[in-house]
């Protein structure tokens, strides 16, 4: 059978793996410009095609990707003048491989489908590197059918792709994980940030922590870089304060309110407002150590 014409859109860190991974697979790739050009000539350079806008890729592709950062930019590249709704045709599918909030996601969904275009949310676990092997956990959901009609695609991309029922519930999930990763990962840069205050060696704490109920991979990943100056973990601060935000916008838009992301989101932020948030998240025990002291 003749694979779908891809319609790729972001191209950094992770979305330029997971272009590689497609044309590695013999996927066509029409991507859309960016001001960096890195990704764009990687992928010209493999053959692939330049496209001028949203809507001329669309109008070019049976299946576009959207691999960005934020809802916000999301809904720029759905509505934005020449985006893709305007070049969308029935029959088409859109996936967000992002992190968005579910109501952004519930609304694009809807207004594709005034198109007979179907959306489906796609959340990445893992990193770029899982990604240009396709290895990626991929947590899909929306329309069923259309998840068997593009599976073989996120085979592609993914060791472990979950179709997770209606569209929007691939985003809850994702925000709900990263609101729990990211808390276990600032918790444990404070908890050796007050280790190294009352003189005790950081790997001690880790022994004991991790002898219990309290260990995992997120705490050994901040270990790794507190003990070792090992940073596993390939997801920026800022990334992080706009997911955990997110999922406090979440259970906002459904009527709730968050009791502990609070903590974790102001860290984070402040973080960012000293300029680390291009670090990355198990960077978090240095900012700790300097800033627990005489801190409210």
Not at 225 to 251: S, T
């Amino acid at each position: 059978m003749t694979k779908p014409k891809i319609g790729f859109i972001g191209l950094g860190l992770m979305g330029r793996a997971m272009a590689e991974c497609l044309q590695t697979a013999g996927y066509e790739l029409i991507v859309l410009g960016n001001r960096d050009r890195t990704g764009v000539d990687e992928v010209l350079a493999r053959g692939g095609v330049e496209a001028k806008s949203g809507k001329a890729l669309t109008e070019q592709s049976d299946i576009v990707m959207i691999c960005v950062g934020t809802s916000e930019q999301v809904e720029s590249r759905i509505y934005g003048e020449d985006g893709v709704l305007a070049g969308v045709k029935p029959g088409q599918v859109v996936i967000d491989f992002g992190t968005s909030l579910p109501e952004s996601t519930q609304k694009i969904g809807a207004d594709l489908a005034a198109q007979g275009a179907t959306y489906l949310d796609a959340p990445l676990g893992r990193t770029p590197a899982h990604a240009k092997e396709g290895k990626l956990n991929i947590m899909c959901s929306g329309d069923k059918e259309t998840y068997d009609q593009v599976k073989p695609v996120l085979d592609v991309l993914g060791e472990n792709v979950f179709h997770l029922g209606a569209l929007g519930n691939g985003h809850t999930i994702k925000l709900i994980n990263n609101f729990f990763g990211m808390t276990t990962a600032v918790a444990m840069s404070e908890a050796f940030a007050a280790a190294d205050a009352a003189g005790i060696d950081r790997q001690a704490l880790y022994d004991v922590m991790s002898a219990g109920p309290l260990r995992s991979g997120m705490m050994d990943f901040i270990r790794n870089y507190a003990v070792n100056g090992q940073n596993d973990l390939g997801f920026a601060i800022g990334n992080a304060a706009k997911d955990v935000g997110y999922y406090g916008q979440m259970l906002s838009d459904m009527g709730m309110q968050s009791r502990m992301s609070g903590c974790t989101v102001n860290a984070l932020s402040a973080a960012v407002d000293d300029g680390d948030g291009d670090r990355m998240v198990a960077e978090m025990v240095d900012w700790m150590g300097k800033n627990l002291k005489g801190k409210a």
